[in-house]
C-alpha cells in the first residue's frame, strides 16, 4: 500500500522560511505529477505548486517568486521550499501524487501538514 509521509511543517515569522517533504512508503514506484496544496481555516483547498513527470513545474499567482518544487526520483519525494513566507500562506498543506506501481497508476494524499507563519 502506498503511503505519502509529510514533514516540515511549523510556525514561522514573516519573511521566513519552510522546507516541507512529501516521501513516498514504498520502493519501485514512479511518481508522474507532484502537487502541493495547501488549506486556510474557512477556505477552500487550493493547488499552490505542481511538477511533472518531466520536471516543468508550475504555480500559483500567489506563491511564483517564492516557492519551489522539486522533486528526487532516487529517494522518491517531492519538496516544497518556500521563501519570504507570508501571514496569508498559514494553513494546513497536503501532498498529492499522481503514482504508477506495478498494480497501475493511483492518486494519493498525505496527511497533511500545518504552516503557520506570524506577522
Known amino acids: 500500500q502506498v503511503q505519502l509521509v509529510e514533514s516540515g511543517g511549523g510556525l514561522v515569522q514573516a519573511g521566513g522560511s519552510l522546507r516541507l517533504s512529501c516521501a513516498v512508503s514504498r520502493t519501485m514506484v514512479k511518481i508522474n505529477r507532484g502537487n502541493w496544496y495547501r488549506q486556510a481555516p474557512g477556505d477552500q483547498r487550493e493547488l499552490v505548486a505542481v511538477?511533472?513527470?518531466?520536471?516543468?513545474?508550475n504555480y500559483a499567482d500567489s506563491v511564483k517568486g517564492r516557492f519551489t518544487i522539486s522533486r528526487d526520483n532516487a529517494k522518491n519525494t517531492v519538496d516544497l521550499q518556500m521563501n519570504s513566507l507570508k501571514p496569508e500562506d498559514t494553513g494546513v498543506y497536503y501532498c498529492n501524487m499522481q503514482i504508477a506501481t506495478f498494480s497501475g497508476p493511483g492518486d494519493y494524499w498525505g496527511q497533511g501538514t500545518q504552516v503557520t507563519v506570524s506577522s
Open positions: 511538477i511533472t513527470a518531466g520536471g516543468s513545474t
